[in-house]
């Protein structure tokens, strides 16, 4: 199974890739699966990350980057929708990068108990106290045309981040609506409180319907669009694994996972 060609989109002035494509799925035998989507913006003179995934990824993002030329050195901005591993541990691997987190879910993310929790303690401690760190809130334009709305949720300070463009928008959720299943249910799968992540995905629909064709990417999820009132993906899942299970390593058993 060949890796997915990524999903290109162009939005006020910015060259928008799908970089990695989220995953809707959880490990049933091996603990977090997390396999979080990743975007790549360049425009306005920025190259840019939503979210950075987990260690996991880290040859994906490299390879997309090399793809256009660059190196991760070459990252002037991550954005960070929440602190959880999955969207975040990478930060350290773009050194020259401004990484953007709301302040206070940084800061509650300091405070999480050690070991217990999705929050990847050493990694938002080192984000706390680096000269990289730019604090942000809800209501911010984070760069040009990307606005942060409040999220909260999944975590107490999840931002999603709002690209408006000339004839749409482009919405990305993070975790705070992490695929269709959850938009269309208005229920999540982890939440610390299921009404208040109930009215972040009343929000978001209300952003979503605002404009035609405006694009909605999920945390764990492919792109969708809103078709006859029913949110629709773009493009088709591309998600297996390959495992050894013969005696030599010629033997490999494809397990195709794209839910088809």
Known sequence: MAPSTPQ?????????????????????????????TIVLMRGHGRVVLIDTGSFGQRQLIIDRLSAHGLQPSNVTDVILTHSHWDHSVNWVMFSKARIHIDGGELDWAVKEPWG?????ELYVRELAQSPQLQRIKAGDEVLPHLVAHRAPGHTPGH????????AHDLIFTGD??????????LSADMTYDPAISRATMEMIWQLWRARPETILIPGHDLPMRIENSVPVYIGARKTGITAWFGETLDELHLFDLTGA
């Open 159 to 166: 931002l999603i981040f709002v690209l408006h463009g000339e």
């Open 8 to 36: 290109q989109f162009a939005s006020s002035g910015y060259q928008i890739e799908i970089a990695v494509q989220g995953y809707p799925g959880k490990a049933v035998c091996h603990g977090g699966l997390g396999w979080s």
């Open 176 to 185: 705070a609506a992490k695929n269709r299943a959850e938009m269309l249910s």
């Open 116 to 120: 217990l929790t999705p929050v990847p």
